[in-house]
T-cell receptor, first 114, second 116 residues
């Protein structure tokens, strides 16, 4: 597709379960980012990929969070043993890695942990 | 470390009125500055950015923002708004240098509602 695609668009899960969120970036964009948008807290950086490597994981809130990217394309964000405070919109963005880059965001995955 | 403060969480205005959405930042290093916009039921998209050069930058739909280094501000303005400008607007900064190109620090967002 022409834009950044995220799936699922909505995910409801029970506390303690694991979830996987998927991001399909724009073709040719080597840089990929995950952000989290919590109610009243704005957007929070989680992790940055350049190709398949993640030079910056500084935003991951705990070791329950992990992400991988394969083939320099699709990325998966995994949250293990979900907690209620993990409820948020998880946004993926991609770009060309250049100064002043323009990030292209997906529509996000709304995660609700009951 | 950086932080971004958007001073107004909601700004209601009437159509054709001027608007200013305020953004202040704090950073120990030089930064690049951005405004992103999220229209209803759409993803975030870049509205405009300041990298260097002229401190006044413009978007294609009539918005402008001015970088004021002494006041550490990057306020967004439009002289006459339209109903279609109703959206949430996010101010963001990124450190100059380094290699985490898309590691932006965002403000909390300002919801602009344009009334007929």
């Amino acid at each position: 597709g022409a834009g950044v695609s995220q799936s699922p668009s909505n995910k409801v899960t029970e506390k303690g379960k694991d979830v996987e969120l998927r991001c399909d970036p724009i073709s040719g964009h080597t840089a990929l980012y995950w952000y989290r948008q919590s109610l009243g807290q704005g957007l929070e950086f989680l992790i940055y990929f350049q190709g398949n490597s993640a030079p910056d994981k500084s935003g991951l809130p705990s070791d329950r969070f992990s992400a991988e990217r394969t083939g320099g394309s699709v990325s998966t964000l995994t949250i293990q043993r979900t907690q209620q405070e993990d409820s948020a919109v998880y946004l993926c963005a991609s770009s060309l890695p250049e100064v002043g880059e323009k990030l292209f965001f997906g529509s996000g995955t709304q995660l609700s942990v009951l | 470390a950086q932080s971004v403060t958007q001073l107004d969480s909601q700004v209601p205005v009437f159509e054709e009125a001027p608007v200013e959405l305020r953004c202040n930042y704090s950073s120990s290093v030089s930064v690049y500055l951005f405004w992103y916009v999220q229209y209803p039921n759409q993803g975030l998209q870049l509205l405009l950015k300041y990298l260097s050069g002229s401190t006044l930058v413009e978007s294609i739909n009539g918005f402008e923002a001015e970088f004021n280094k002494s006041q550490t501000s990057f306020h967004l303005r439009k002289p006459s708004v339209h109903i279609s400008d109703t959206a949430e607007y996010f101010c963001a900064v990124r450190s100059r240098g380094g290699t985490s190109y898309g590691k932006l620090t965002f403000g909390q967002g300002t919801i602009l509602t344009v009334h007929p």
